[in-house]
């Protein structure tokens, strides 16, 4: 499989072409030469990804992890070094697929959707930086060499959040975002150096005996690297920084922010399960406890934002945490005993990476049509744009969990798992779930139902209540709506792979079966919440939600603060570690250490001065100086003699 | 043939021809001619020395060579290099060359400004080259005191101020450094100054050492700004024009870790041991101490100047974990930290030179006036809070899973402690970009500025790819220094 380099190497080619040349090329040129070459790495990860798995199992039955390249590039002495290379596993074939896909999809995207923008080279550029690095943490051999592609990642992120340099909010939004996931990665290295030095390697897949000798840390080391991994994944309390990387332009949230970078800490505890399973069992449960809060938490602020892009981006925290919940969940690695949520996760991941990335081109086409993310100006846009209707329609059911759509098989098999841990967990998540079909559909009728913002605002035009007459929307051009049509057929489909064929927690084939008790309590849910949100939104703002609006005025107003979590933060960092930390050490510096060194120049110079009149040059002083000088001299040595 | 006279040789030609050349366009040629050579001197030196040392030389020094020049008190012209004199020797020829372009248009004086230039130089280059503790302390002067002229004549703000509280400062060590020197000398006997010969001795009295080692660590350690010796940083790069901010961080603070590891540490063993862990310490309190104060600054300089107190703390701190990965990575920080910050300073000399304002408040939207310049920053920032494929990111993932290897508490404590850098680093760099180089320009008189111009332009590129290519291919940076960081540790 040599020529899997072309994988990281394409990328990588056009990130430095773009970059380098761009501002040469013609909008289009570029945007081209970017996709062109993202199509070719694409069919090469397909065709990885099939040779991976038709190559088949091995003797012990499961899919052998592959090599094609691994070579010393930093030699650490004492036996570490931190090598690259690319390793292919069963999950990290399937992210090259997702991964591909998705971006493919957003590089079609964004040439209708950033034609003509300042800087549309620069974009491309920053996409095939960040394919680049996302792809090489996937296919990393050893935990080290998946921390620098990490740390590459977060950087493209940054970058392309920061896309529209001249706005405020992106500015700020992209800062936030780098030193929020930056902080977490610091205990994802001190994880890392805790591993490294207890197991004599930063394999993936230690020796039994270096594995036994570090039995004691690895616990906690596991935990630093998940705190790592919580970062990415925009895991309570550190998500503060999804919702406002929202800034970036509409695809970059897509491909970074929905679809494959905020998985990454799923991807990283799914690489480290075995680890998991074996020495720190209770550590998975924290991360089940841990994704189980943040799943409600973060369902229950999406259900009141009126951005439709926040709402899209508490969502994904939500489905992010159903993974982490279905990998908290395992006890065990056998598929048929405790180890079903491994293949859950996964399988939940590559449907989730499907629909939300459609669920936020389908917002990128509506924000591209009305001009604004605020749902009071949308409304009844579905005669407007047909298609981009259905296919978010079908995202929304899929998120949902309604059958055939995809998201409903890998939910169902989420649930499964969390019945299987606990009862507790299980009605939880599933409680979870119904939350997350109310304010899908919620979001859906307030965008394609209700009063019109649109013929509200002509009929004022018409009675020259207003000056400009308001901009009719329409449906996206064919760059746009076909990455659309296509990820909504994915999502029609992808349910049906027999994805335990490829992906289970110890590898060997494991068939997916309906589990009917949780398949239709959850489906009675989703409905239920359907449901609701129908009753509640499909005319607008009916009067039942007038009434619940007024009597749970405070509650929803903190959920629409998002529970004030970024304003804590803000405190901490403003007003504890900036103004009572770094200003008085500045100050510190200036005005007491540096003071030091300049008094003491200071006495030097007033020694200075306070001897200098001796020097007065008077022939009659010196004299007498002389003289008494040499008395006492000779009195001295009389009385010692 | 000896090549390692040649690193003087050729700074004594170009100082004679300074002298002699008669116009702007002389001078430029001679800066151009001899720091090229130099350039190209220590490249070879570098290959050529990779390759004896594949050829299997394993003594501790090769090139050696000796001529003796004050009998009575055993001071030999003692030269030869190791690995890490070769980092140096490298590192500082790439600074050299680059701080020439970054002055090419600097005025007045340009000629004497040259003169004092490449005087500073001279003694840079001497003092790596040189095994004699006198003959190395000469140089070490010859390299400090071109610097109070370079920024009383030739800086801005309170120049005068600047320089004199520098070279105060930096006497100050010196004098704890000339104490330090006559300790190891009497100490181990007076029959040698060669630094060689006295580690092989071995021969100090542990209570003398434990006198000399902090007298000689902190005399290097305030040209390392080691806290609470840096405060001469932050004024003295403020005031000091582009290329001497460049070669003084670049190069001169390396002179300090450089001088701590391989007199203080190497000489004084015993010492370096026992006493190691007040200054690692101070040198954890440097790095976050230096991170954190950058964190409110509004000075472009002074960030940057606190930002190197950060990051050559981290240097200081390497060395005194005393394990080999560690030292490594001390080594690599020096040659990353060098680069960065002269590719930093470098820029903030270009931006100020338009804007005539350093001040963070002041500058917004830069990115759209200064094209190459911004984009120039946001590279320097980002290599500067470690981002893997530069240069920073290598040093200190060395440095930190060094030191983590030394097992006790205390060790393990201040190595995370030294970690949280990496994020108060972010904090610092990202806030400066979001400030000055985003958003939309402001103030009306900089939307007429231009952007970079060749000489500008080539510094840039020079350094970015100098960075990039540390950070990209570290790997023979280990094979350079290891056997020199081995013998030396070996020793302690």
């Given at each position: 499989m040599e020529y899997s380099i072309l994988i990281l190497a394409l990328p990588l080619l056009g990130f430095l072409t773009l970059a380098l040349a761009g501002n040469r090329?013609?909008?289009?040129?570029?945007?081209?030469?970017?996709?062109?070459?993202?199509?070719?790495?694409?069919?090469?990860?397909?065709?990885?990804?099939?040779?991976?798995?038709?190559?088949?199992?091995?003797?012990?039955?499961?899919?052998?992890?592959?090599?094609?390249?691994?070579?010393?590039?930093?030699?650490?002495?004492?036996?570490?070094?931190?090598?690259?290379?690319?390793?292919?596993?069963?999950?990290?074939?399937?992210?090259?697929?997702?991964?591909?896909?998705?971006?493919?999809?957003?590089?079609?995207?964004?040439?209708?959707?950033?034609?003509?923008?300042?800087?549309?080279?620069?974009?491309?550029?920053?996409?095939?930086?960040?394919?680049?690095?996302?792809?090489?943490?996937?296919?990393?051999?050893?935990?080290?060499?998946?921390?620098?592609?990490?740390?590459?990642?977060?950087?493209?992120?940054?970058?392309?959040?920061?896309?529209?340099?001249?706005?405020?909010?992106?500015?700020?939004?992209?800062?936030?975002a780098f030193i929020v996931?930056?902080?977490?990665?610091?205990?994802?290295?001190?994880?890392?150096?805790?591993?490294?030095?207890?197991?004599?390697?930063?394999?993936?897949?230690?020796?039994?005996?270096?594995?036994?000798?570090?039995?004691?840390?690895?616990?906690?080391?596991?935990?630093l690297m998940f705190i790592g991994g919580a970062g990415k994944s925009a895991m309570f309390p550190l998500h503060i920084w999804l919702p406002d990387a929202m800034e970036g332009p509409t695809p970059v949230s897509a491909l970074i922010h929905a679809a494959t970078m905020v998985v990454a800490g799923v991807f990283l505890v799914a690489r480290l399960f075995n680890l998991f399973i074996d020495y720190a069992p209770e550590t998975l449960h924290i991360i089940a406890y841990a994704g189980a809060f943040t799943a409600l938490y973060a369902a229950v602020v999406a259900c009141v934002q009126t951005d439709i892009k926040r709402v899209?981006?508490?969502?994904?925290?939500?489905?992010?945490?159903?993974?982490?919940?279905?990998?908290?969940?395992?006890?065990?690695?056998?598929?048929?005993?405790?180890?079903?949520?491994?293949?859950?996760?996964?399988?939940?991941?590559?449907?989730?990476?499907?629909?939300?990335?459609?669920?936020?081109?389908?917002?990128?086409?509506?924000?591209?049509?009305?001009?604004?993310?605020?749902?009071?100006?949308?409304?009844g846009l579905r005669k407007y744009m047909p298609i981009t209707h259905i296919t978010f329609l079908i995202a929304c059911l899929a998120i949902a969990g309604i059958p055939p759509f995809s998201g409903f098989f890998s939910k169902d098999e989420i649930l499964a798992a969390c019945?299987?841990?606990?009862?507790?967990?299980?009605?939880?998540?599933?409680?979870i779930a119904a939350l997350t079909a109310f304010y899908m559909f919620r979001l859906y009728y307030l965008i394609f139902w209700g009063k019109s913002y649109y013929e509200t605002e002509l009929a004022r035009y018409r009675?020259?209540?207003?000056?400009?007459?308001?901009?009719?929307?329409?449906?996206?051009?064919?760059?746009?709506?076909?990455?659309?049509?296509?990820?909504?057929?994915?999502?029609?489909?992808?349910?049906?792979?027999?994805?335990?064929?490829?992906?289970?927690?110890?590898?060997?084939?494991?068939?997916?079966?309906?589990?009917?008790?949780?398949?239709?309590?959850?489906?009675?849910?989703?409905?239920?919440?359907?449901?609701?949100?129908?009753?509640?939104?499909?005319?607008?703002?009916?009067?039942?939600?007038?009434?619940?609006?007024?009597?749970?005025?405070?509650?929803?107003?903190?959920?629409?603060?998002?529970?004030?979590?970024?304003?804590?933060?803000?405190?901490?960092?403003?007003?504890?570690?900036?103004?009572?930390?770094?200003?008085?050490?500045?100050?510190?510096?200036?005005?007491?250490?540096?003071?030091?060194?300049?008094?003491?120049?200071?006495?030097?110079?007033?020694?200075?001065?306070?001897?200098?009149?001796?020097?007065?040059?008077?022939?009659?002083?010196?004299?007498?100086?002389?003289?008494?000088?040499?008395?006492?001299?000779?009195?001295?040595?009389?009385?010692?003699? | 043939m000896n090549i390692l006279p040649v690193f003087i040789i050729i700074p004594i030609a170009m100082l004679l021809a300074l002298w002699c050349s008669r116009n702007i366009r002389q001078t430029r040629a001679v800066m151009v001619t001899g720091s090229t050579l130099l350039l190209i001197l220590s490249v070879y030196l570098t290959i050529d020395f990779i390759q004896l040392r594949n050829a299997g030389e394993s003594a501790d020094m090769l090139y050696t060579a000796s001529w003796s020049w004050y009998e009575p008190l055993n001071i030999a012209f003692s030269i030869g290099v190791d690995g890490i004199s070769v980092a140096m020797l490298l590192l500082s020829s790439i600074i050299v060359f680059t701080g020439t372009f970054a002055s090419w248009r600097l005025q007045p004086m340009t000629k004497e400004f040259f003169l004092w230039y490449t005087l500073l130089s001279l003694g840079v280059y001497g003092f790596f080259i040189s095994t004699d503790l006198f003959t190395m302390f000469m140089f070490y002067e010859t390299a400090l005191i071109p610097m109070y002229l370079l920024i009383g004549v030739w800086g801005s703000g309170r120049k005068e101020y600047s320089a004199m509280k520098l070279t105060l400062m930096?006497?100050?060590?010196?004098?704890?450094?000339?104490?330090?020197?006559?300790?190891?000398?009497?100490?181990?006997?007076?029959?040698?100054?060669?630094?060689?010969?006295?580690?092989?001795?071995?021969?100090?009295?542990?209570?003398?050492?434990?006198?000399?080692?902090?007298?000689?660590?902190?005399?290097?350690?305030?040209?390392?700004?080691?806290?609470?010796?840096?405060?001469?940083?932050?004024?003295?790069h403020a005031c000091a024009p582009t290329s001497v901010s460049m070669l003084h961080a670049g190069v001169l603070m390396k002179l300090g870790g450089y001088g701590c590891f391989r007199i203080a540490m190497y000489l004084l063993p015993q010492a370096a041991n026992d006493l190691a862990w007040i200054f690692i310490i101070l040198t954890t309190i440097s790095v976050v101490y230096g991170a954190l104060s950058a964190v409110s600054q509004t000075d472009l300089k002074y960030i940057n100047a606190y930002s190197s107190v950060s990051h050559c703390g981290l240097v200081l701190f390497a060395i005194l974990m005393m394990t080999k990965t560690a030292c490594t990575g001390a080594?690599?920080?020096?040659?990353?930290?060098?680069?960065?910050?002269?590719?930093?300073?470098?820029?903030?000399?270009?931006?100020?030179?338009?804007?005539?304002?350093?001040?963070?408040?002041?500058?917004?939207?830069?990115?759209?006036?200064?094209?190459?310049?911004?984009?120039?920053?946001?590279?320097?920032?980002?290599?500067?809070?470690?981002?893997?494929?530069?240069?920073?990111?290598?040093?200190?993932?060395?440095?930190?899973?060094?030191?983590?290897?030394?097992?006790?508490?205390?060790?393990?404590?201040?190595?995370?402690?030294?970690?949280?850098?990496?994020?108060?680093?972010?904090?610092?760099?990202?806030?400066?970009?979001?400030?000055?180089?985003?958003?939309?320009?402001?103030?009306d008189e900089f939307k007429k500025l231009s952007d970079a111009t060749w000489d500008e332009k080539f510094t840039v590129i020079c350094l970015v790819v100098c960075v990039a290519a540390l950070g990209i291919a570290p790997m023979w940076v280990s094979d350079l220094v290891g056997s020199g960081v081995g013998s030396i540790l070996s020793n302690i």
């Open positions: 090329m013609s909008h289009r040129a570029a945007g081209i030469t970017g996709t062109l070459l993202l199509l070719a790495v694409t069919a090469i990860s397909y065709f990885t990804a099939a040779d991976y798995f038709m190559a088949g199992r091995d003797m012990n039955g499961v899919f052998a992890e592959t090599v094609p390249y691994n070579f010393k590039w930093l030699p650490l002495g004492e036996g570490l070094s931190i090598d690259m290379g690319i390793s292919l596993t069963p999950i990290s074939a399937m992210m090259l697929v997702v991964i591909t896909t998705v971006s493919l999809m957003v590089h079609i995207y964004s040439l209708g959707y950033m034609k003509g923008e300042r800087g549309f080279q620069r974009y491309y550029a920053f996409l095939s930086l960040f394919t680049f690095s996302m792809l090489g943490l996937v296919v990393a051999t050893n935990i080290f060499q998946m921390y620098i592609f990490w740390e590459l990642v977060g950087v493209s992120s940054y970058l392309l959040i920061g896309f529209y340099y001249t706005k405020p909010e992106a500015i700020a939004a992209s800062k936030k996931t930056r902080f977490a990665d610091l205990f994802f290295l001190i994880g890392i150096l805790i591993y490294g030095y207890y197991t004599g390697t930063f394999s993936f897949t230690p020796s039994e005996a270096a594995l036994t000798g570090a039995a004691t840390v690895l616990p906690t080391a596991l935990l899209l981006a508490f969502s994904t925290i939500s489905q992010i945490s159903f993974m982490m919940v279905a990998l908290g969940v395992c006890t065990g690695s056998d598929p048929h005993a405790g180890g079903l949520g491994y293949m859950a996760s996964m399988f939940h991941l590559f449907t989730h990476a499907m629909f939300k990335g459609l669920l936020f081109l389908g917002a990128g086409a509506i924000i591209h049509a009305v001009h604004s993310n605020e749902k009071c100006r949308m409304g019945y299987e841990f606990s009862l507790p967990m299980g009605i939880f998540m599933s409680l009675a020259g209540e207003i000056e400009a007459e308001p901009h009719k929307p329409h449906e996206a051009p064919l760059t746009m709506t076909l990455p659309l049509i296509i990820l909504a057929a994915i999502t029609c489909l992808a349910g049906f792979i027999p994805f335990g064929e490829f992906i289970s927690s110890n590898g060997e084939a494991y068939t997916i079966h309906l589990n009917t008790k949780v398949a239709v309590t959850s489906i009675m849910l989703a409905l239920a919440g359907i449901a609701l949100a129908t009753a509640m939104y499909i005319k607008g703002e009916s009067r039942i939600t007038v009434a619940i609006n007024r009597t749970l005025r405070k509650p929803i107003e903190a959920a629409y603060h998002r529970f004030y979590m970024d304003e804590a933060w803000l405190f901490v960092t403003k007003k504890i570690i900036f103004n009572c930390i770094s200003r008085p050490i500045a100050w510190f510096d200036r005005n007491v250490i540096d003071a030091t060194f300049d008094k003491l120049a200071k006495i030097t110079h007033k020694c200075g001065t306070f001897v200098r009149p001796l020097q007065d040059g008077n022939v009659q002083s010196y004299s007498i100086f002389f003289l008494s000088g040499a008395l006492l001299i000779i009195l001295i040595l009389l009385y010692l003699i | 930096l006497m100050g060590g010196s004098a704890f450094l000339l104490m330090g020197i006559l300790g190891i000398y009497f100490g181990s006997g007076a029959t040698t100054m060669n630094i060689h010969e006295i580690a092989a001795m071995n021969a100090i009295p542990t209570n003398i050492q434990y006198i000399f080692f902090p007298l000689t660590f902190i005399g290097f350690g305030v040209l390392g700004a080691l806290f609470p010796f840096h405060t001469w940083s932050p004024d003295g080594i690599l920080q020096m040659l990353s930290h060098g680069l960065m910050t002269a590719l930093f300073f470098a820029l903030i000399g270009m931006i100020y030179g338009r804007t005539h304002t350093r001040d963070i408040r002041k500058m917004r939207g830069l990115m759209k006036i200064m094209p190459f310049l911004a984009v120039g920053y946001v590279i320097a920032g980002l290599a500067n809070l470690g981002l893997p494929g530069f240069s920073g990111f290598v040093a200190e993932m060395t440095i930190f899973v060094g030191a983590f290897s030394v097992n006790d508490t205390f060790h393990r404590a201040v190595t995370i402690i030294a970690c949280t850098s990496i994020v108060i680093t972010a904090v610092y760099i990202l806030r400066v970009v979001g400030r000055i180089l985003y958003g939309e320009p402001d103030n």
